[in-house]
């Protein structure tokens, strides 16, 4: 059998398939900001429970429900910071991933001095 490679608190992963952000400005929320909540989002991934949030200085971005106090039908307070930057890589590049969620893995590019959120289906576990 195989043993997936774990240093600390991170995983090694390899790039499999190529991925570009259709975000040029992500929305990047404090802890305890409010925030409208709008659809969730609905595609071909499994790519659940994440929702389209705006805030009043910045027209939105997709934001985990599991980061979101709701306060009502459409408002809530984020719990923690967030940022949705996604990182652009290419396939054959290792990344770190640090953190799990909703079919998404925020990794750390040490080639490019990077973090970003990366589809984990463009992943592939490092093992050894």
Same mark, same amino acid.
């Given at each position: 059998?195989?043993? #997936?490679?774990?240093?600390?608190? %991170?995983?090694?992963?390899?790039?499999?398939?190529?991925h570009r952000s259709e975000y040029? =400005?992500?929305?990047?929320? !404090? !802890?305890?900001?409010?925030? &409208?909540?709008?659809?969730?989002?609905?595609?071909?991934?499994? %790519?659940?429970?994440w929702h389209f949030c705006t805030?009043? &200085?910045?027209?939105?971005? %997709?934001?985990?429900?599991?980061?979101?106090? #709701?306060?009502? $039908?459409? &408002?809530?307070?984020?719990?923690?910071?967030?940022?949705?930057?996604?990182?652009?890589?290419? $396939?054959? =590049?290792?990344?770190?991933?640090?953190? !799990?969620?909703?079919? %998404?893995?925020?990794?750390? /590019?040490?080639? !490019? /001095?990077l973090a970003g959120w990366v589809?984990?289906?463009?992943?592939?576990?490092?093992?050894?």
């Open positions: 059998y195989r043993i #997936l490679h774990f240093r600390g608190n %991170w995983m090694e992963y390899i790039v499999i398939k190529q040029p =400005e992500p929305i990047c929320l !404090k !802890k305890g900001e409010i925030i &409208t909540i709008g659809e969730e989002y609905e595609g071909p991934e499994d %790519w659940k429970n805030t009043p &200085t910045h027209p939105g971005g %997709w934001v985990p429900a599991q980061i979101i106090e #709701l306060l009502d $039908a459409s &408002t809530g307070k984020v719990m923690e910071d967030y940022n949705a930057f996604e990182l652009d890589v290419d $396939a054959g =590049e290792r990344l770190r991933g640090l953190r !799990k969620l909703n079919g %998404w893995v925020w990794c750390q /590019s040490p080639a !490019k /001095s589809p984990l289906e463009n992943l592939e576990p490092v093992q050894e």
